[in-house]
């Protein structure tokens, strides 16, 4: 798939070419041969591949591994109430209860995930409308109208002005035919189409129109050479819907952690499972053990934080212009460790801009920012007179009417894209430029042509004309006899010839688009009005140069210190461009790609006059690969050359090569984001770990593919995306913490339950309870923690070092803040216990007793009598102490997990005000729970005493002091034991 | 990410676990040096140890602010739960069967019912004493031996009937059963507010239908003065007062269903959610 193209049509005769499609080119195909190569290769159109049936998809939302064991979980509530029901056992409703919930909760998730994955819609649909439904073809000699999709290889095809090439084919005749071919190779600029061959690559020659471009003026006869699926444009569409999308690095973290954690949920369920069949409890409880267990340990409502906290940054960051289409992806910018970015629109203004002038012997810059705020050149000299009546008489372009108030640079424009830039250029520094076009009306004009290379125009300028001429800065030279030097006209020497060669190739060098001005003043009369144009050029002799134009496609003003934040974070920008590997690198150099004073080996060679074989690679940090050395390489080749060079250009790269780039850096171990916009772009942005793509200038191609999209198209948004996506790495992983947490206290009364046969302390219902209610606040209001230090000085993360879930983070959750919320939890159950009548050592090997429905006058340690009910509502309140516990504990847990290194003051306890809204709605939850009528029946919650509320406080004071002393143990002693023990 | 996205083979896996278990070449055991684990694990058993600690002493200073004599709440016993006995669950509650001709299936009730007894005899009775009064028996001070209070004596004649002193089989074979109604008990609660609380058994469903039943001691009644209870530590040889009810007219070979509820002030018998509380539901079949 990732093949070049290997087409050599463009580079056969004619009569060659008609006998390998046993074709003519004049009468076109037979119509039986027609109708049976349409049935030999399918009709001219893009196929979608075939995808994964919805339900398939929707299924796999609801078999991951935590939903699976929520799924075992149920089934097990399922059997036990059915059991249970079966032996008429009163309360077994809970069982049923807890599995509807239990699904409930897989279900929504599913519904949530699978909704995630459908957005990313299908990517042929974009390609859709590229293509052309209509198509004139001649078979038999007569001209026919034809549905584009019932075109053949062989076909003779006619295409004009406004029509979309309907499949690739080789232009056999053309008359002023200029394509459209941005939409493969990302360059706006239109391209000649004409019969010659005039270059090896299939992509570069002329003599070839692909299908879905357009054809912006004149007309051409072709010969179909491919259709459908196997024209370039099929292939990008087919390796773009056929590269598998990569999995996110958040996902992959997600994912190895909730392996981790359904497999110790399992270990743990089945270990007690075991302890208590041992222990001589029969099948059916040990089986609901182990669902309890399950349930009690896996965090339920982990994926919704980690989706919400996601969805807030999306959130975040679509009020900066980056809109991102995959969530996960918002995380993917902040591990990125390299970006490959196109150029044309995302670096630069994709608009032609004036960028030098050389006169007076001098090059002068002008003005390139997008909103003219720069600053401007000597406008005092004479010779700027002269130059600037040059470029602006000797200009076809104008203004669209009616734009006068809008700014010069966003005005449209009738002309090409280098006039376009010296009428703007001329509106802006000399002034209105069709009242200067009306002072001196034009008398005569030979419009550019490419075998002269330039453009003359005659202007009656008061009693005398004045010829005003550009063009290729050589063929002007060679028509000039004087230069103007300061107002003085001087003859042209050797000397001045250097200087212009000099300036010339200087501007050139900057990769910029050189253009030469020249005039002359002529009696009045020496051209007639309706002289024929073609006359004109004996006129145009004996002139006195004025100056060079340079143009270029200029950097966007913030780009620049876009890369350098994006250096100062640890991240390599790479360059990928169709464009000139000299206007590439110029950009580069312009932008801080390539820095100041890095060389490329080619700068190496030419500096130590060596030739370019002997250059040692480590002298030169930067490196200009052109698509053509790309394709020559061995693979393998190009990882080596990633490695060696820190600043990297591609140029003249094609869709393919694009991907392998990005490929390469993958497999260097990097997380690759690729910005870019054309349909070219789009499968390089698909596979990416992080495709981004312009919102403005984007082809719809791109935009499907991307994961994320800069409305603005502004290259400085990645860089806020990036410090988002740290931020919200950071953020997860404190989410994430204060998530796992409260596992154990809820895992602990099963094991104390199931060891002990103490009462259970808490239910899997209040346990939900927690899971998805209480505490998804708090969690998701960690998302709007303020960073610790400054992030962007940062290197990326490594995504195998740098986990999200680390050792430490767990073990510090679960063992210790953990621990303590289960101590909290199981004292303040005590209490409630005591005072109710069972005290502490009563309660030890009770559960039998206790859970007997037959048994209705069971004593307390004061010897009253209980029956099973007035226990079941004290094992209620049980339940709500432990709750309550282990929220009181929480409150104390968020608040630590604001910060994993500052101090809690540093950080201001009180800054995020999110937070403090969630406490103050967690422990309005809780009340509500607690204290609404009916709540006993239906959730398990009895109306505790206000001040079993108090008995856990201590310990969450306890958290709060223990964790400020981790913090400055792990502040003070960087790098000691402390530090790699206890900070995550 | 491909380089993370590697398929790993079983043996590769197996290889990586030995290596992570023991990896020769750091000397790394489970990812530390042994001197670290030890380190890490001294560091947990302080931690654990000081957790302990603080929990043990949470659960000390709770003890002592216990009251010994009563609890500080009594929020889930607001009313008296009801027992039966003989007490024989079947698949939904109590189910009292058994056939006159066949011995064995009530001889095993009868054997319930004085096994029950036994705690009524006037030898297990003797450290209480004889009330008279049908008030309150209102202690506020500690008059007892060993600085407990007095409670009331309450022996199985005074069930007279239905003692199993005159006739030890309490009416089973007959088909005219005895059953023994108790309340649980619960620390200074004060059942009738001022009357004495009493049995009354009917057909579940159909009151209206006549359940010939005789009472013991007569009307069916708790006396007050087995009232309050004060707790353990301070009646040690305390013991709940009964009432035996006689089905006198039971329709033989049909389930019955027949509940015994306590009237009385401050005893409830409508909570859906208890069956036992202020009262006793149980089905009776008499065969033959």
Redesign the interface.
């Known amino acids: 798939m990732k093949k070049e193209m290997d087409v050599d049509d463009h580079k056969l005769e004619l009569p060659d070419l008609e006998a390998k499609y046993s074709t003519s080119i004049t009468k076109g195909l037979v119509g039986a041969v027609a109708a049976e190569r349409l049935l030999r290769d399918g009709p001219n159109e893009l196929r979608p591949p075939r995808g994964t049936p919805e339900c398939v998809k929707f299924g796999r939302q609801l078999a991951g591994g935590l939903q699976c064991l929520m799924w075992v979980a149920a089934a097990i509530c399922l059997i036990a109430y059915g059991v249970q029901e079966g032996q008429g056992d009163r309360g077994s409703a809970d069982n049923l209860y807890l599995a509807i919930a239990l699904i409930a909760v897989v279900v929504v998730t599913g519904c949530f995930g699978y909704y995630q994955e459908f957005k990313s819609t299908n990517i042929i649909a974009s390609f859709k409308n590229l293509v052309p439904q209509q198509a004139t073809v001649i078979r038999e000699g007569d001209k026919l109208q034809i549905n584009a999709n019932e075109l053949v290889v062989g076909d003779l095809v006619e295409i004009k002005g406004g029509d979309r090439v309907p499949a690739d084919i080789r232009i056999i005749s053309a008359q002023g035919c200029k394509v459209d071919n941005s939409s493969l190779t990302g360059e706006s600029e239109p391209q000649t189409r004409s019969p010659e061959c005039t270059h090896d690559s299939p992509l570069e020659t002329r003599n070839i129109a692909f299908f879905s471009t357009m054809c912006l003026e004149g007309t051409a006869t072709g010969l179909v050479i491919n259709t459908g699926d196997r024209t370039i444009i099929g292939r990008i569409a087919s390796l773009a819907s056929g590269v598998e999308n990569e999995k996110t690095p958040i996902a992959i973290e997600i994912e190895h952690f909730v392996d981790i954690i359904a497999g110790l949920a399992i270990f743990f369920g089945a270990t007690f499972f075991v302890v208590a069949m041992v222990i001589g409890y029969p099948f059916l409880r040990a089986m609901v053990f182990f669902m309890a267990i399950v349930v009690a340990y896996v965090p339920e409502g982990l994926l919704a934080t980690v989706t919400v906290c996601l969805s807030l940054t999306a959130k975040r960051l679509a009020r900066k212009n980056c809109v991102v289409k995959n969530l996960e992806a918002v995380e993917t910018l902040g591990s990125t460790s390299v970006i490959c970015s196109d150029k044309t629109g995302t670096l630069t203004q994709n608009r032609m801009t004036v960028a030098h002038l050389w006169f007076d012997n001098q090059i002068h810059t002008a003005d390139t920012t997008e909103d003219q705020s720069g600053q401007s050149f000597d406008q005092s000299s004479e010779t700027w007179t002269l130059l600037s009546r040059v470029v602006t008489l000797c200009n076809r372009a104008q203004f669209k009417s009616g734009q006068e108030n809008v700014p010069v640079a966003k005005r449209e424009v009738i002309g090409d894209a280098s006039e376009t830039a010296l009428l703007k250029f001329a509106e802006v520094t000399v002034g209105t430029v069709s009242e200067a076009r009306g002072r001196f009306p034009k008398v005569a004009e030979l419009p550019f042509n490419s075998t002269n290379k330039f453009q003359l125009s005659v202007h009656t300028a008061g009693d005398r004309q004045l010829l005003v001429l550009k063009g290729a800065p050589e063929r002007v030279l060679e028509r000039c006899s004087t230069v103007m030097i300061k107002g003085q006209e001087l003859p042209l020497d050797a000397q001045w010839r250097e200087a212009f060669e000099g300036a010339y190739a200087d501007l050139g060098g900057r990769g910029e688009r050189v253009l030469g001005f020249c005039a002359r003043w002529l009696p009045a009369g020496t051209v007639a009005a309706g002289t024929d144009p073609e006359a004109l050029p004996e006129v145009a002799v004996g002139l006195c140069f004025a100056g060079l134009v340079a143009m270029i496609d200029p950097p966007r003003a913030t780009v620049p210190r876009a890369v350098l934040k994006c250096r100062t974070a640890g991240i390599r920008v790479i360059m990928v461009t169709g464009d000139h590997p000299i206007t590439a690198k110029a950009i580069a150099a312009a932008v801080g790609i390539i820095s100041e004073g890095s060389e490329t080996p080619e700068d190496v060679a030419a500096r130590l006059r060596v030739p370019l074989e002997q250059v040692d690679p480590r002298q030169a940090r930067a490196r200009v690969v052109t698509g053509a050395e790309l394709a020559g390489m061995e693979p393998g080749v190009l990882e080596g050359i990633l490695r060696a060079h820190p600043e990297m250009v591609f140029a003249r790269t094609s869709p393919q090569q694009k991907l392998v780039i990005v490929e390469s850096c993958q497999r260097l171990g990097a997380i690759v984001a690729v910005t870019g916009d054309g349909v070219n772009d789009s499968p390089a942005l698909k596979r990416a770990d992080i495709g981004v793509a312009m919102g403005i200038a984007g082809s719809d191609a791109a935009k499907n593919a991307a994961d994320m999209i800069l409305l603005d198209d502004n290259f400085a948004s990645i860089v806020t995306g990036v410090e988002q996506g740290r931020l919200i790495f950071d953020n997860l992983k404190k989410s994430i913490a204060y998530t796992l947490t409260k596992n154990i206290p809820e895992l602990t009364p099963y094991l104390i339950y199931i060891t002990a046969s103490v009462p259970l302390p808490l239910g899997c219902i209040t346990i939900l309870f927690i899971e998805l209610c209480t505490d998804i606040f708090p969690s998701v209001s960690l998302a709007y923690e303020r960073a610790e230090s400054d992030i962007m000085h940062l290197k990326p993360r490594n995504p195998r070092r740098d986990r999200l879930v680390n050792e430490p983070l767990a073990a510090y959750s679960y063992f210790q803040i953990g621990a303590i919320q289960s101590f909290a939890g199981f004292t303040d159950y005590f209490v409630a216990m005591a005072q109710e009548g069972w005290w502490p050592l009563l309660c030890l090997g009770l559960r039998p007793r206790w859970e007997d429905t037959h048994e209705q006058e069971l004593q307390d340690s004061y010897g009253q009598q209980w029956t099973f009910e007035q226990r079941r509502y004290q094992q209620y309140t049980c339940y709500t102490v432990f709750f309550i516990s282990i929220e009181m504990c929480q409150i104390a847990d968020v608040l630590i997990r604001k910060t994993r290194r500052l101090s809690l003051l540093q950080q201001g306890l009180f800054r995020n005000h999110i937070l403090v809204i969630a406490i103050v709605f967690q422990v309005s939850i809780g009340c509500f729970l607690c204290y609404c009528p009916g709540m006993p029946n239906i959730f398990n919650f009895m109306p505790i005493r206000f001040q079993w509320w108090f008995v856990p406080m201590p310990f969450g004071l306890l958290i709060l002091i223990y964790d400020e002393i981790r913090k400055l143990g792990v502040r003070r002693h960087p790098g000691s034991w402390w530090d790699r023990e206890l900070y995550y | 990410?491909?380089?993370?996205?590697e398929k790993k083979t079983c043996s590769e896996r197996m290889e990586n676990f030995r290596r992570f278990v023991w990896n020769p070449e750091t000397k790394l055991f489970m990812?530390r040096t042994l001197i670290?684990w030890v380190?890490?694990s001294l560091?947990?058993l302080a931690?654990?140890v000081v957790?302990t600690g603080?929990?043990a002493l949470?659960?000390y200073s709770?003890?002592r602010t216990?009251n010994p004599?009563?609890?500080?709440?009594?929020?889930?016993?607001k009313s008296?739960?009801?027992?039966l006995r003989p007490?024989v669950?079947g698949?939904?509650g109590l189910q009292i069967y058994y056939n006159i001709s066949e011995n064995k299936t009530w001889e095993r009730l009868v054997t319930t019912l004085q096994t029950f007894l036994t705690a009524y005899t006037p030898a297990a009775q003797h450290l209480n004493v004889n009330c008279t009064g049908d008030k309150y028996f209102i202690q506020d001070t500690f008059d007892g031996p060993n600085n407990t209070k007095l409670s009331c004596k309450f022996t199985s004649d005074m069930l007279q009937n239905c003692s199993g002193i005159a006739d030890p089989t309490f009416g089973f074979p007959e088909g005219k059963p005895c059953f023994i109604i108790?309340m649980?008990?619960?620390?200074k609660f004060y059942p009738g507010n001022g009357t004495a609380p009493r049995v009354d058994c009917t057909y579940v469903g159909d009151e209206s239908r006549p359940l010939e039943v005789d009472y013991y001691p007569v009307n069916g009644t708790f006396n007050l003065h087995y009232f309050p209870?004060y707790?353990?530590?301070a009646?040690p040889t305390?013991s709940?007062p009964l009432v035996a009810v006689k089905f006198l007219n039971i329709t033989r070979n049909v389930e019955l269903k027949i509940v015994c509820k306590i009237i009385g002030a401050g005893i409830t018998f409508d909570?859906v959610?208890?069956?036992?509380?202020g009262k006793v539901e149980f089905k009776l079949k008499i065969e033959d």
Not at chain 2, 80 to 83: I, S
Not at chain 2, 184 to 187: A, G, K, L
């Open positions: 990410m491909a380089t993370l996205n990812g670290n380190w890490i560091y947990y931690f654990y957790m603080l929990f949470s659960i709770l003890m216990v004599y009563e609890p500080d709440y009594q929020d889930q016993l008296p739960g009801v027992t007490d669950y698949d939904r108790k649980n008990r619960i620390i209870y707790g353990k530590k009646q305390y709940n909570n959610h208890d069956p036992y509380e």
